[in-house]
């Protein structure tokens, strides 16, 4: 028998005005698999059914129960649930993003759902899921989302539904995407901030957020395997923020990989560091126009406060003996002993990466290769 559901359920999107309430006309568009790109039997109505389903089948172990079970350490009966909002967030490079609300008497939460559709986008998720539950668990609780469920579904009716992995995880409340922007004649955060609308940071607030990126990333790369997260983009979202009178605070929402910085020779554990500092350093400069767009480049103070925070994560992993046997005293030794021409060869060396995963990343480092270098060499020299 089906089990009785007296919850509240309403589907919605999200927007820079607040919620929109997705009434029969919306629900009834094709369904967007990306930008002007639409699914040619799928409709809005199905996205949001699937996601229902899969949080609350009509047979069957309830998801939603036992994450909520989970999250509030207490068991939580189906009927206890009083609203349910599944709401639109965004479709990102890989996969659709929503957010779902609940509430049961005095406890309420909120999650975030991916979704995948492709089989590239699937074996990505799937990878995602377990390195989230891998690096939350040893490295940085606090930084990453907990993954809370996955599993496959299946979307639209019979005879034209698709197979999708969905995966749910913590949404981090007050938490919002931005990119970077030229503002005042510098580059500025940009925050899309869904609740007082999209504004601009200050400049302290921007360095503040490339110095937190830059320490997260570093504290996250394991010294022994030179394993670190890898790829992730100021493009894709992968970092959000919350800003407020207490300051910045910042979140990585995602782990795709986790592999070893390839750009060394074997054995070397200071030389793949210093290869994963100019790789972090060059990155952190690098973001999209409006998430989506061409590729764009962060001024030097941004570089400046990334090389703080990837300094300030060495002595972090020093004090926990993460350090395979160095200090963060023979790396900056090492990284100031570099002259122009070998920072110039480590960062070319990175080129070759980044020309496979994105052209415009490419040929905007290509176009700052040689400021980006003077600005490296005085920077290192500064500290």
Same mark, same amino acid.
């Given at each position: 028998? +089906?089990?009785?559901?007296?919850?509240? %359920?309403? &589907?919605?999107?999200?927007?820079? =005005?607040?919620?929109?309430?997705?009434?029969?006309?919306?629900?009834?568009?094709?369904?967007?698999?990306? +930008?002007?790109?639409? #699914? +040619?039997?799928?409709?809005?109505?199905?996205?949001?059914?699937?996601?229902?389903?899969?949080?609350? +089948?009509?047979?069957?172990?309830?998801?939603?129960?036992?994450?909520?079970?989970?999250?509030?350490?207490?068991?939580?009966?189906?009927?206890?649930?009083?609203?349910?909002?599944?709401?639109?967030?965004?479709?990102?490079?890989?996969?659709?993003?929503?957010? %779902?609300?609940?509430?049961?008497?005095?406890?309420?939460? $909120?999650?975030?759902?991916?979704?995948?559709?492709?089989?590239?986008?699937?074996?990505?998720?799937?990878?995602?899921?377990?390195?989230?539950?891998?690096? $939350?668990?040893? =490295?940085?609780?606090?930084?990453?989302?907990?993954?809370?469920?996955? *599993?496959?579904?299946?979307?639209?009716?019979?005879?034209?539904?698709?197979?999708?992995? %969905?995966?749910?995880?913590?949404?981090?409340?007050?938490?919002?995407? /931005?990119?970077?922007?030229?503002?005042?004649?510098?580059?500025?955060?940009?925050? /899309? *901030?869904?609740?007082?609308? &999209?504004?601009?940071?200050?400049?302290?607030?921007?360095?503040?957020?490339?110095?937190?990126?830059?320490?997260?990333?570093? %504290?996250?790369?394991?010294?022994?395997?030179?394993? $670190?997260?890898?790829? /992730?983009?100021?493009?894709?979202? *992968?970092?959000?923020?919350?800003?407020?009178?207490?300051?910045?605070?910042?979140?990585?929402?995602?782990?795709?990989?986790?592999?070893?910085?390839?750009?060394? =020779?074997?054995?070397?554990?200071?030389?793949?560091?210093?290869?994963?500092?100019?790789?972090?350093?060059?990155?952190?400069?690098?973001?999209?126009?409006?998430?989506?767009?061409?590729?764009? /480049?962060?001024?030097?103070?941004?570089?400046?406060?990334?090389? =703080?925070?990837?300094?300030?994560?060495?002595?972090?992993?020093?004090?926990?003996?993460?350090?395979?046997?160095?200090?963060?005293?023979?790396?900056?030794?090492?990284?100031?002993?570099?002259?122009?021409?070998?920072?110039?060869?480590?960062?070319?060396?990175?080129?070759?990466?980044?020309?496979?995963?994105?052209?415009?990343?490419?040929?905007?480092? $290509?176009?700052?290769?040689?400021? #980006?270098?003077?600005?490296?060499?005085?920077?290192?020299?500064?500290?």
């Amino acid at each position: 028998m +089906p089990r009785p559901l007296m919850a509240d %359920i309403s &589907y919605r999107f999200s927007s820079q =005005k607040g919620d929109v309430i997705a009434d029969e006309d919306m629900l009834n568009r094709k369904f967007a698999v990306g +930008p002007s790109e639409f #699914h +040619p039997s799928l409709t809005l109505r199905d996205f949001f059914e699937c996601v229902r389903r899969f949080l609350l +089948p009509e047979n069957g172990a309830s998801c939603l129960q036992d994450i909520l079970s989970g999250m509030w350490q207490r068991p939580v009966n189906v009927e206890e649930i009083e609203t349910i909002i599944i709401r639109y967030e965004k479709y990102g490079t890989l996969y659709q993003i929503c957010s %779902i609300d609940v509430s049961a008497g005095k406890d309420s939460a $909120r999650l975030c759902a991916n979704l995948a559709f492709t089989e590239s986008a699937k074996q990505t998720l799937e990878r995602e899921f377990e390195l989230l539950s891998l690096l $939350r668990d040893e =490295k940085a609780p606090d930084f990453l989302p907990r993954a809370h469920k996955k *599993d496959n579904a299946e979307m639209g009716a019979a005879g034209r539904s698709v197979s999708l992995l %969905i995966i749910v995880l913590e949404w981090f409340e007050g938490y919002e995407e /931005w990119h970077f922007r030229a503002h005042e004649g510098s580059t500025r955060a940009f925050l /899309w *901030d869904m609740k007082r609308g &999209y504004h601009f940071l200050s400049k302290e607030q921007t360095s503040d957020m490339a110095l937190q990126a830059s320490r997260i990333l570093t %504290i996250y790369y394991d010294v022994q395997s030179m394993r $670190r997260i890898t790829p /992730w983009h100021h493009g894709g979202g *992968d970092f959000i923020v919350r800003a407020s009178g207490e300051g910045i605070d910042l979140k990585l929402v995602t782990a795709r990989g986790y592999e070893p910085i390839g750009l060394f =020779k074997p054995g070397s554990l200071l030389d793949a560091l210093c290869s994963f500092f100019i790789e972090l350093i060059t990155k952190m400069r690098l973001d999209k126009w409006e998430g989506l767009g061409e590729s764009t /480049w962060a001024d030097r103070f941004v570089l400046e406060a990334a090389v =703080k925070g990837f300094i300030e994560a060495l002595h972090i992993k020093e004090s926990r003996g993460e350090m395979g046997g160095l200090s963060a005293a023979d790396v900056l030794q090492r990284l100031k002993s570099f002259n122009a021409g070998r920072l110039h060869s480590l960062v070319k060396e990175q080129l070759l990466d980044i020309r496979g995963n994105d052209l415009s990343d490419y040929m905007a480092v $290509r176009r700052h290769l040689d400021n #980006h270098v003077e600005d490296i060499y005085a920077v290192i020299q500064s500290f």
